[in-house]
Antibody, heavy 122, light 111 residues
Framework: QVQLVESGAEVKEPGTSVKLSCKAS????????IHWVRQAPGQSLEWMGW????????KYSQKLQGRITITRDTSANMAYMELNSLRSEDTALYFC???????????????WGHGTLVTVSS | QSVLTQPPSVSGAPGQRVTISCTGS?????????VHWYQQLPGTAPKLLIF???NRPSGVPDRLSGSKSATSASLAITGLQAEDEADYYC???????????FGTGTKVTVL
């Protein structure tokens, strides 16, 4: 069955970087996009960006553009999300999710990881 | 910062019907992009409930249904059950933002 497993919780100081991993199993990573979504405590979901299936093009939210990088290692069926210049507002639960759908109607997320807590604090 | 607006909460007695609205604009729902719905139980990851406006993934009961019109969409839950108590989010794509967008979220309470 399809599963996505993120790396463990992180505690980071402001100004540093964090790199999270997402291990896919039950399907071939390169056949579908992987999206990253985060949720600050008590808040709604925030889409961060995606890496497409196939050639692995990336698209990032305008808010995070310049601070976020999403990559993948297809040989390991892994995806990664690196966020730089961390600030307290980046404290959140970070999810990876598999993307489905077509470009003309917009994607949806059919399988989600359990989430990884990132805490940014001095 | 969510561009899709949902009511903060809805409630109903067991067996009743509740609906959750999701209001967007001409750059997302009104532009023809599909709306998808997710359920999030406390402390867990979101789960896909409805995709492409009206479709249910395997395993989602037909008590749940989605609809879309103009610049808004709705999720209906009939025969409300205690297990339906959760947070619900709509999601679409926004051409102005060039990315996916989520709703503000709605907490469903079973009285």
């Amino acid at each position: 069955q399809v599963q996505l497993v993120e790396s463990g919780a992180e505690v980071k100081e402001p100004g540093t970087s964090v790199k999270l991993s997402c291990k896919a199993s039950g399907y071939t990573l390169s056949n579908h996009a992987i999206h990253w979504v985060r949720q600050a405590p008590g808040q709604s979901l925030e889409w961060m960006g995606w890496i497409s299936g196939g050639v692995g093009d990336t698209k990032y939210s305008q808010k995070l553009q310049g601070r976020i990088t999403i990559t993948r290692d297809t040989s390991a069926n892994m995806a990664y999300m690196e966020l730089n210049s961390l600030r307290s507002e980046d404290t959140a639960l970070y999810f990876c999710a598999r993307g489905r759908g077509v470009a003309v109607t917009g994607p949806y997320l059919d399988y989600w990881g359990h989430g990884t807590l990132v805490t940014v604090s001095s | 910062q969510s561009v899709l607006t949902q009511p903060p909460s809805v409630s109903g007695a067991p067996g009743q019907r509740v609906t959750i609205s999701c209001t967007g604009s001409s750059s997302n729902i009104g532009a023809g992009y599909d709306v998808h719905w997710y359920q999030q139980l406390p402390g867990t990851a979101p789960k896909l409930l409805i995709f492409s406006n009206t479709n249910r993934p395997s395993g989602v009961p037909d008590r749940l249904s989605g609809s879309k019109s103009a610049t808004s969409a709705s999720l209906a839950i009939t025969g409300l059950q205690a297990e339906d108590e959760a947070d619900y989010y709509c999601q679409s794509y926004d051409s102005s933002l060039s990315g996916c967008v989520f709703g503000t979220g709605t907490k469903v309470t079973v009285l």
